[in-house]
C-alpha cells in the first residue's frame, strides 16, 4: 500500500537476533522503526531490510518530513510464553522516500 504521511518517530540503527523457523541458525537482523502519521491514520513499521535502513538514514529523513512509503503488511501467528497461539499483523517498509515539493520549500 502506498502511504504518504509525516515521519513522527524515528529510530537509529538497531538490531536484534532471529531464529527462522525452518530451525536454521539464528540471524542478526540489522531495521530502523518508524512510526508514520496521515493525520487520520498511524502506522508503526520496520524498515524491511538492513541495507535499506541503512539508506534510509544515509539520506537524512528525519522527524517531521513528509514521505511517501511503500508499505506491506501481512498476518502472523505467534505463540505466548504459555503456549497459545493468536494473531499479529507485521508492517514492513518497502521504500520510503521525501514526498517532492513542487515549489522548493519545505516539505510540509
Same mark, same amino acid.
Given at each position: 500500500m502506498?502511504?504518504?504521511a509525516k515521519?513522527?518517530?524515528?529510530? #537509529? $540503527?538497531?538490531?536484534?537476533?532471529?531464529?527462522?523457523e525452518d *530451525?536454521?541458525?539464528?540471524?542478526?537482523i540489522e531495521y530502523v522503526e518508524v512510526v508514520l502519521n496521515n #493525520? $487520520?491514520?498511524r502506522i508503526s513499521a520496520e524498515s524491511?531490510? *538492513?541495507n535499506q535502513a541503512k539508506a534510509f538514514l544515509a539520506r537524512g529523513l528525519r522527524v517531521?518530513?513528509?514521505?511517501?512509503?511503500q508499505l506491506?503488511?501481512?498476518c502472523k501467528k505467534r505463540k505466548t510464553t504459555d503456549?497459545?497461539?493468536f494473531f499479529a499483523n507485521v508492517t514492513k517498509i518497502m521504500s520510503m522516500e521525501k514526498e517532492f515539493d513542487l515549489y522548493g520549500g519545505s516539505n510540509a
Open positions: 502506498e502511504f504518504k515521519i513522527e518517530m524515528l529510530s #537509529g $540503527l538497531q538490531s536484534r537476533s532471529f531464529t527462522p *530451525g536454521s541458525a539464528p540471524q542478526l #493525520g $487520520l491514520e524491511y531490510s *538492513g517531521g518530513d513528509t514521505v511517501v512509503a506491506i503488511t501481512w503456549g497459545r497461539f
